[in-house]
């Protein structure tokens, strides 16, 4: 059981993506494993917490959600800050908020304080599927082109939508643990270096074996 009072990590996750794309729903459903369908366009800024535990280590995840109205441009462009994850998230019935994922993408890597923040693309509103007009493909040729993963949610049924932290969270641990662990990378290299030297013939051997032949 985790202690909310205390943690081993923090993790800052951000939702982007134009209003009314269900990024408020996709954090509650996560958070509270049911649909609101009371749930308005947020007006500004949320937070909300979830605790989780992974590898014995205790983490804290903070879900910044905010509009992707206009009016509100100001305020997303500060919360990006310290951001260690993020989902851009389009409706599956609206083609224009596909449109708008590369704006989003960009707003993301460029006001992120590590270009190399861990993002995962999101279709939502899979549950109607029925007025889809942004086909699968789609999203995963965008994924594909910026090298990142994707999945289709609905926060009305829950689908994907514990994969979808699940990956994001399994990505900035992966992140967090190499940077705090740098020295793995220069062991695994020199572990890979004698094992070449191993199977690698030396110049004298390769010089015995063409005398002998």
């Known amino acids: 059981m985790v202690d909310n009072n205390k943690y081993d990590m923090k993790f800052k ?37 979830k605790h989780v535990e992974k590898e014995e280590h205790k983490i804290q995840i903070e879900i910044w959600d905010t509009s992707g109205q206009e009016r509100f441009k100001a305020i997303t462009n500060q919360y990006y800050k310290g951001a260690n994850g993020a989902f ?13 994922v590369d704006n989003w993408l960009e707003d993301v ?10 993002i995962i693309l999101i279709g939502n509103k899979s549950d109607l599927a029925y007025n889809r007009n942004v086909q699968t493909d789609k999203g995963e040729d965008k994924a594909r082109i910026n090298q990142i993963p994707f999945l289709e949610t609905s926060a009305h049924s829950l689908e994907n939508i514990d994969k979808a932290f ?7 641990y992966s992140k967090k643990i190499r940077e705090l662990n740098p020295a793995k990378s220069f ?8 094992i070449l030297k191993i199977d690698t013939p030396s110049k004298n051997e390769i010089e015995k074996k063409k005398c002998c032949q």
């Open 166 to 172: 699940d990956q994001l969270i399994d990505e900035m």
């Open 187 to 194: 062991v695994n290299l020199e572990i890979a270096q004698d």
């Open 13 to 49: 996750v951000i939702l982007v993506g134009d209003s009314g794309v269900g990024k408020t729903n996709i954090t509650k459903s996560y958070i509270t494993k049911s649909f609101d369908e009371t749930s308005k366009n947020t007006i500004g800024l949320e937070i909300a917490f």
């Open 109 to 118: 890597r460029s006001n992120a304080d590590n270009k190399n923040v861990p």
């Open 88 to 100: 851009v998230v389009y409706d599956i019935t609206s083609e224009q908020t596909f449109k708008n």
